[in-house]
């Protein structure tokens, strides 16, 4: 691929040619049966390519566009909803279909009495009240009942990832991409169930797919900065989250990750500088803590490390444990309160 092409994607970042790899990626492996069956190879980077992701008519007529919290910041997008208002003819004629609603990353269906409707709601309850058991034998009777019920399909997925059942969530969202091609959040749950899958190529190559349906949507771009951080390609990583800088200056999760590039070079007291920017009364990852007190640690910022131990071992739930155990982390808490110690007597 040629880099002036691939650069078409970042056209707002920076040129640094490494970018092209984000996009180029390593070549599926034939014998992948998987990989193989849904074509995960990058394609050309064209202007028809990139047109493809914009949302059609057809998209629009078939109610595929969906409506997000996020949308209600730019009022300007145009719903399925708002289409069919503009026509009061049409309206009339038209077979009601349910209002789907993502809330809480599940989708709800709404404004339609319909047994699926009532089943995933159901669904959703349970969700809710956190009993995740009884939420996955609902969804996945509903599956049985009416499987091309993209909401339902949607959540089942979305349980499955909770469980870690990365095979049964791969499958889910594959489906859920076959029946609303244009919804940017099932490239990035597939990425999510790939990447739990340990499949990075794969990953990587959907959550550049989910970024590029919804741009307004930075999480694809994140997630795909993160997964890039764990293969040690330290600069694509780095132009992933300044791109999503440029677009929020003041966006969490990417000042996060421009602090973990810090970190991953030791430079320790510059990943403190980015950490101590992340707005904590906002939504953030909670891996922050781990992260900033580790680089306060190397710093030999012994008071503001314990604090931030103390803040990470709040969260016993976090993703963070998964590659840090909580004894780890207690013990090393208490590492720094005996060095802190130490330097208030000296």
Request: charged residues 30%; aromatic residues 14%; hydrophobic residues 35%.
């Amino acid at each position: 691929m040629k880099r002036a092409t691939a650069c078409m994607l970042f056209a707002a970042a920076t040129q640094l040619s490494a970018v092209s790899e984000i996009y180029s990626g390593s070549p599926v492996r034939k014998k992948d049966k998987v990989q193989a069956d849904l074509k995960l190879f990058h394609p050309r980077i064209t202007p028809e390519f990139l047109s493809s992701f914009k949302p059609t008519q057809l998209d629009f007529d078939m109610g595929w566009v969906i409506i997000d919290e996020s949308t209600r910041k730019f009022p300007d997008r145009i719903t399925a909803d708002d289409l069919r208002k503009s026509d009061p003819a049409r309206a009339s004629t038209e077979v009601k279909r349910p209002r789907i609603t993502n809330r809480g990353e599940f989708l709800w269906a709404e404004g339609a009495n319909d047994l699926a409707t009532s089943k995933n709601s159901e669904g959703l309850a349970f969700v809710m009240a956190n009993d995740m058991d009884r939420a996955r034998e609902i969804f996945e009777e509903l599956r049985q009942s009416e499987p091309q019920f993209f909401p339902g399909r949607f959540n089942l997925g979305r349980v499955y990832l909770y469980f870690k059942q990365h095979r049964e969530a791969i499958a889910e969202f594959e489906k859920c991409t076959q029946l609303v091609p244009q919804y940017s959040k099932n490239y990035y749950y597939l990425g999510k169930s790939y990447e739990l899958a340990a499949r990075r190529d794969a990953a990587d190559y959907n959550f550049l797919r989910a970024y590029k349906y919804d741009i307004y949507s930075l999480d694809a771009l994140v997630a795909l900065g993160d997964s890039l951080l764990e293969q040690k390609r330290t600069v694509e990583a780095l132009n992933a989250f300044k791109h999503c800088l440029k677009q929020d200056s003041g966006f969490n999760d990417a000042l996060i990750g421009m602090g973990k590039v810090a970190y991953t070079m030791k430079k320790h007291y510059d990943a403190t500088l980015w950490f101590r920017t992340v707005d904590t009364k906002k939504s953030y990852k909670k891996e922050l803590h781990f992260y900033y007190g580790e680089s306060a640690f190397f710093s030999q910022d012994y008071q503001t490390a314990a604090r931030q131990y103390e803040a990470m071992l709040n969260f016993p739930q976090d993703a963070i444990y998964s590659k840090v155990s909580l004894l780890r982390m207690r013990k090393r808490l208490e590492q720094t309160k005996r060095l802190l110690n130490q330097t208030v007597d000296q």
